[in-house]
């Protein structure tokens, strides 16, 4: 059979694999927590079921939606087919305003209504993210 060399060696390449097969596994695992998936109005109302994931939503903010209480803002994010009122409790970067591209983050409570957590605007006023531009040139 094998010597005691071999059989060592055999024993730490064993080893050795199945510890980096399980940290990849492990930081693969951690990542897949930390995902925050971005849709548009249009797709968040065809959505048919709603998880408690963290979403973010981009869009344009809609003409005349945003109302200011002494809590909260609401306002309604639109792609030009569908949309999504969202609330949100904090302070909005500067250039938020209606007219202009914006990204909410937060949860969903139903298809057509997002608490947002953070609210994404840190550009410049030409600026608009990618993803929104995309679901825009589709309309």
Not at 27 to 43: G, M, N, R
Not at 75 to 103: A, H
Not at 121 to 138: F, G, I, Q, R, T
Request: aromatic content about 10%.
């Amino acid at each position: 059979m094998y010597g005691k060399k071999v059989k060592l060696r055999i024993l730490f390449i064993s080893l050795l694999l199945v510890s980096v097969i399980l940290s990849i596994f492990l930081i693969l695992k951690s990542l897949e927590e930390d995902v925050v998936y971005f849709f548009s109005p249009t797709e968040i109302k065809s959505l048919t079921e709603i998880n408690k994931k963290k979403i973010r939503i981009g869009g344009m903010v809609k003409e005349n939606s945003i109302v200011i209480d002494s809590e909260n803002i609401n306002f309604i994010i639109t792609d030009f087919k569908n949309e999504i009122n969202i609330s949100y409790s904090g302070s909005v970067p500067n250039l938020f305003e209606e007219g202009k591209g914006v990204v909410a983050e937060g949860f969903l409570k139903d298809n057509s209504f997002l608490i947002a957590e953070k609210i994404l605007a840190k550009h410049d006023e030409n600026y608009m993210p990618p993803e929104v531009a995309e679901s825009l040139k589709d309309k």
